[in-house]
């Protein structure tokens, strides 16, 4: 009788061995599953996702197989891998060749995936308005917004936003909004515009930040060259200080906005808007574009020269001149290097 109770129990055991190597097999190959996906891919989840439910999504969109999947399963991964279920809301990247459970871990580990937008120096608050639009995963709150009220919801005081952002890169999660990007490139340039204007040299003719915006983002506009930003700057400190126009055209290009085609005519230059910088004395009433950080330290402290004027060498720089004689010669070097190539 013992004989047959023990035989019994071998009976059971090994039953029991085999039911449990089996369960152990299928959940393993069901982790070691490759996630199907062909490039790096973001996933959004929202807070009380349950395991189970992130499964039966990735088996919807096939990234899996549901095949091998059991109702079960969720079950046996909680109990034996807990590690894979603590999920936390969030978008995250799935790479490619993950397997699941690395998948899961990465969910669990990992963190919130991160984008990115970069605005140029140089570039206009209309140019930055529609990269924030094409932007991908970001929430567009001021699309239905005038420049005024998008100032207002800053805590800007200005009706105008040109040049009141700093030109950089900057990284955002997905939910966030072109609002708090805004508002983030707002306080970088404020710290990088009290840095410099604390350390400026003494006698510009610029007396408040704003102005010092106003000329970085001429300076910018007119030279994509580090080396001679504080060369320019210093040519349009004399002339401020001269009391002569500044005669740049990048102001006239801004204020001919949508009429701008291109080309400058003589007709432009002669007329007047309150950024023509050939019709009115000192600075326009606004920046002309949004600035980087080398503008505005060139702008508060430019280069001792006794330029007056500069022109393209059509080699990339420009030719630096101290007066009108040389300025035009150096244009008639640089129309005929233009013929030249024609």
Not at 15 to 37: G, M, P
Not at 55 to 79: A, C, G, H, T, V
Not at 197 to 207: E, F, N, Q, T
Request: net charge positive; glycine share 6%.
């Amino acid at each position: 009788m013992f004989k047959k109770f023990l035989l019994l129990c071998v009976c059971i055991l090994v039953v029991a061995s085999a039911a449990i190597f089996y369960v152990k097999s299928e959940l393993d190959s069901y982790l070691s599953q490759t996630v199907r996906i062909q490039e790096p891919t973001l996933v959004t989840i929202k807070s009380g996702t349950s395991v189970g439910s992130l499964l039966n999504r990735f088996e919807q969109q096939q990234w899996i197989d549901s095949s091998i999947s059991k109702k079960w399963m969720p079950r046996l991964i909680r109990r034996l891998h807990p590690e894979v279920t603590q999920l936390k809301a969030g978008t995250f990247e799935l790479t490619t060749g993950l397997s699941l459970k690395q998948a899961l871990l990465s969910l669990v580990n990992g963190q919130q995936a991160q984008l990115s937008i970069t605005f140029v120096e140089g570039s206009t608050f209309k140019e930055w308005r529609t990269q924030f639009d094409k932007a991908p995963h970001l929430m567009h709150s001021t699309v239905d917004m005038s420049e005024s009220e998008i100032a207002q919801r800053l805590g800007i005081d200005k009706d105008k936003l040109e040049g009141l952002f700093l030109a950089n890169t900057y990284h955002y999660t997905v939910g966030m909004s072109d609002l708090d990007i805004m508002r983030r490139a707002h306080t970088q340039l404020q710290k990088v515009l009290d840095k410099y204007w604390g350390k400026r040299k003494p006698d510009l003719p610029i007396k408040t930040p704003y102005e010092a915006l106003i000329l970085g983002s001429i300076i910018e506009k007119e030279t994509a060259v580090p080396g001679e930003r504080p060369l320019v700057s210093s040519v349009f400190v004399n002339r401020l200080n001269r009391g002569m126009r500044l005669q740049t055209d990048p102001t006239v290009i801004y204020g001919m906005g949508d009429k701008y085609d291109g080309n400058i005519r003589k007709r432009d230059l002669q007329t007047h808007t309150p950024y023509n910088t050939y019709t009115i004395y000192g600075l326009p009433p606004t920046p002309i574009a949004m600035i980087g950080e080398q503008a505005i330290a060139a702008a508060v402290s430019p280069d001792d020269s006794k330029y007056l004027y500069f022109v393209a060498s059509g080699d990339g720089g420009h030719v630096f001149t101290k007066n009108l004689r040389d300025h035009n010669r150096a244009v008639q070097q640089y129309l005929k290097k233009l013929r030249a190539r024609k």
